[in-house]
């Protein structure tokens, strides 16, 4: 895998990333470097855009193109980067991750409550109405 960034400066980057989503509509990665903005999209060296048709697209604003190659293993080591995170007695944590000594296992999280409430109160005035009420 092929990582290709472009380096512009801030002051045209809302401008080049618009004419660079026309070559990745599935986005770009955003980073700061200095006084630059730079944009990175991943591929194989087949997929990736060509460096003149680049060019041409973001034109005098280009300050510098990357290349570089990512490492086979770029599916295991990301996820280095997302760990845990404890909040008082609230664990958020990735999938991969385990839960925390002594925590309850996942509930619903109250989403269907109110249409449950909802049921339960016709339920009740179906009864009502049944047995002579209002």
């Given at each position: 895998?092929?990582?290709?960034a472009?380096r512009?400066?801030?002051?045209?980057?809302?401008?080049?990333?618009?004419?660079?989503?026309?070559?990745?509509?599935?986005?770009?990665?955003e980073?700061e470097?200095?006084?630059?903005?730079?944009?990175?999209?991943y591929?194989?060296?087949g997929?990736?855009?060509d460096?003149?048709?680049?060019?041409?697209?973001?034109?005098?604003?280009?300050?510098?193109?990357?290349?570089?190659?990512?490492?086979?293993?770029?599916?295991?080591?990301?996820?280095?980067?997302?760990?845990?995170l404890?909040?008082?007695?609230?664990?958020?944590?990735?999938?991969?991750?385990?839960?925390?000594?002594?925590?309850?296992?996942?509930?619903?999280?109250?989403?269907?409550?109110?249409?449950?409430?909802?049921?339960?109160?016709?339920?009740?005035?179906?009864?009502?109405?049944?047995?002579?009420?209002?």
């Amino acid at each position: 895998m092929i990582r290709l960034a472009v380096r512009v400066p801030r002051s045209r980057a809302e401008l080049v990333l618009a004419e660079l989503a026309v070559l990745a509509p599935a986005g770009f990665e955003e980073r700061e470097v200095g006084d630059l903005v730079e944009y990175a999209i991943y591929g194989a060296a087949g997929e990736l855009p060509d460096l003149g048709e680049l060019r041409a697209l973001v034109g005098d604003a280009l300050v510098d193109v990357v290349t570089t190659e990512v490492p086979d293993d770029w599916e295991e080591r990301w996820r280095q980067w997302h760990r845990p995170l404890d909040v008082g007695p609230l664990r958020v944590r990735p999938p991969w991750e385990p839960a925390r000594d002594g925590a309850l296992p996942a509930r619903n999280s109250g989403v269907a409550r109110p249409q449950r409430r909802r049921l339960r109160r016709m339920s009740r005035a179906r009864r009502t109405r049944a047995r002579g009420g209002e």
